[in-house]
């Protein structure tokens, strides 16, 4: 039997002028896998990104995200995934409760099932006091679970996480992978892209982009046999330098 | 030379800083080592003069940080965490700003930043805007250290930047230091810790511990053991469930698994064993700053 693959990227291009930010690449992401995407600063996985999840329109080549064509079928994709970066998250001047709500709106959850979601995530979350607190008052590796939470809120098929972690202490980190695993496991696939390369190593496979091209794509032990390295760090170093 | 001596700062209801204490000796590559949210930031605001604290003292080379402020500006060299340069001016036109500003040339100082200017030198006409985040960190730092700084103060210059640049960056900084510059820098990753000559492991204002970054993993207390197994996640997850486990934390494709020192490899095989794990490599290993600093959290 096949597995169900949830993104398919074929030859896919982003030009601007001369520049090609994202250079001809082609790769599937199965369902329920925790993927790792790598690369130095400015190797064009914000480009990539971009236009995986339905902002930008590609020069060329074709993808679909959960489905649907990232050029053609937009609005449509942007319902079927989750977002969260350390940038982007929660809205800090509202509290968590109003965040949930807020976000649970724009998803078109009902209010029963809004309500239902705020209960899980207390209890999961462990949130009982501060649940009406302003998000800005909030420490960050607490804010960055809720924002991953309310990422999957709706239960879409994909959810990219754009550096989830950067700045959060080691174990609240680790908490952070635990979420990242139990959702995988729950069937929604995970595109995580890390600094962290020990992060990297808790993905089920990583690809590693240079300059535009993706130069190595595959599970840990693949990626550590063919670049005869110890660990991932070595792996990003012999490719990026 | 930095000394910080019980130094407070709250804002409102948040203590930013709690009486912290440290000294940087003169030519010395400090680490201050902690996630977001430490008070790393309001200290070095508070040490650029930049902020008051509400009490304590700091002293930079022996000037006050209060009463010489003036002088102290003269003489530190700032890369704030957030890219602070112009951007809608070249490189070459920010470099000439900052060093006018502090009454010198990029002539006279230019010595100090060749190594790293010499990277930017290809794109000196482009706005700072539009270089990429590594560029914009050299130039940054080609910035602060246009002056002739007798102390650099860098806030978090690695985050967001990628493993390579991530070395890049210390060997600059390593370089730097052979010239007699002192220096405080702050990270949020561990492993930079290694390569400072001292740190000061901080969180939520709190210091958990000061010392050179061997000192500091030499002292930790329990027996630490690497476990690998084909399924890490699993691997873990039995971990926590072992009876005589102190903590079992993931790090990258193994688990730490810290005990008491009398636990033997054994014991943990037939744990994992009795629980369905296969492959397992067992090791005794010396633990890491990381291993430290979540040890201390707890």
Known sequence: MEEEKVIEVKNLSKHFGKFKAVDDISFDVKKGEVFGFLGANGAGKTTAIKMLTGIWSSTSGQATVAGFDINKNRNKLKENIGYMSQKFSLYEDLTFKENVR?????????????????????????????????????????????????AVIHRPKIVFLDEPTSGVDPITRRQFWDLIYETAESGITVFVTTHYMD?????????????????????????????QAKNMDEVFVKLAR | M???????????????????????????????????????????????TLLLADSGEATMDGLDVKKNYKKIRKM??????????????????????????????????????????????????????????????????SCALIHKPRILLLDEPTTGVDPV??????????????????????????????????????????????????????????????VKSGANYKTLKILKEFDHKISAFAFGNVVHLATNSEVSEEMIEVHLKQNGVEHIQIKPIQAGIEDVFMDLMQ
């Open chain 1, 102 to 150: 807020f976000y649970g709106g724009i998803y078109g959850l009902s209010n029963k099932e809004i309500k239902l979601k705020t209960e899980e995530m207390i209890e999961h979350l462990e949130l009982d006091n501060i649940q009406n607190t302003m998000i800005s008052d909030i420490p960050l590796g607490w804010k960055q679970k809720i924002a991953f939470s309310v």
């Open chain 2, 165 to 226: 640049s991530r070395k890049e960056f210390w060997e600059m900084l390593k370089k730097l230091q052979q010239s007699g510059l002192t220096t405080l820098v702050s990270t949020p990753f561990l492993d930079e810790a290694e390569l400072c000559d001292e740190v000061a492991l901080v969180q939520n204002g709190q210091i958990l511990k000061v010392d050179s970054p061997h000192n500091i993993a030499m002292a930790y207390p329990h027996r630490l053991w690497q």
């Open chain 1, 199 to 227: 992060e990297a190593e808790y993905c089920d496979r990583i690809s590693m982009m240079v300059q535009g091209r993706i130069e190595a794509l595959g599970s840990l032990d693949e990626l550590l046999t063919k670049h």
């Open chain 2, 2 to 48: 930095i000394e910080v001596h019980n130094i407070s700062k709250s804002y409102g209801s948040v203590q930013a800083l709690k009486e912290l204490s440290f000294k940087v000796e003169e030519g010395q590559l400090y680490g201050l080592i902690g996630p977001d949210g430490a008070g790393k930031t309001t200290l070095f605001r508070i040490l650029t």
């Open chain 2, 76 to 141: 530190v060299g700032y890369m704030p965490e957030r890219f602070s340069l112009y951007m809608d001016l070249t490189v070459e036109e920010n470099l000439n700003f900052f060093a006018t500003v502090f009454q010198t040339t990029v002539e006279e100082n230019y010595h100090l930043i060749h190594d790293i200017y010499q990277m930017l030198e290809p794109f000196k006409k482009r706005k700072a805007g539009d270089l990429s985040g590594g560029m914009k960190q050299k130039l940054a730092l």
